[in-house]
Nanobody, 119 residues
Framework: QVELVESGGGSVQVGGSLRLSCVASGLTFDRKDFGWFRRAPGKERELVAR????????FHVDAVQGRFTISRDNAKNTVYLQMNSLKPEDTAVYYCAARAADYHPWEHWGQGTQVTVSP
C-alpha cells in the first residue's frame, strides 16, 4: 500500500521559512517523479514544484521561483520543499504527490499539511 506522509507545516510570519517533508512508502521511490501542490481557501489545487526521478531536475512555478526549492533524498525516501520569504498568498494546504514519469497522472497523494503565513 502506497503512503505519502507530509509534515513540517505550521504558522509563520511574512518573510519566514518552513521546510516541508514527504516520506513515501510502498512504492519504488527512486523511479517516481514527485510534486508539491497546494490548495488555498476558495481556489483550485495548483502545482508548486516537481522533481523527476531520472535526473532529479527541479521545476518551480513562477509564483515561488527563487523562494521555494524542491529536493529529494532517495536514500531516505523523502521529498522536501524548502520555503523561504513566505508571503500571505502562500497560505494553503500543501500536498505531496507521486507519478510514474512525465505526462503520467499524479496517482498517489498525501493527506496534506497546513501552511499559514500571517502579516
Amino acid at each position: 500500500q502506497v503512503e505519502l506522509v507530509e509534515s513540517g507545516g505550521g504558522s509563520v510570519q511574512v518573510g519566514g521559512s518552513l521546510r516541508l517533508s514527504c516520506v513515501a512508502s510502498g512504492l519504488t521511490f527512486d523511479r517516481k517523479d514527485f510534486g508539491w501542490f497546494r490548495r488555498a481557501p476558495g481556489k483550485e489545487r495548483e502545482l508548486v514544484a516537481r522533481i523527476d526521478w531520472r535526473y532529479s531536475v527541479p521545476f518551480h512555478v513562477d509564483a515561488v521561483q527563487g523562494r521555494f526549492t524542491i529536493s529529494r533524498d532517495n536514500a531516505k525516501n523523502t521529498v522536501y520543499l524548502q520555503m523561504n520569504s513566505l508571503k500571505p498568498e502562500d497560505t494553503a494546504v500543501y500536498y505531496c504527490a507521486a507519478r510514474a514519469a512525465d505526462y503520467h497522472p499524479w496517482e498517489h497523494w498525501g493527506q496534506g499539511t497546513q501552511v499559514t503565513v500571517s502579516p
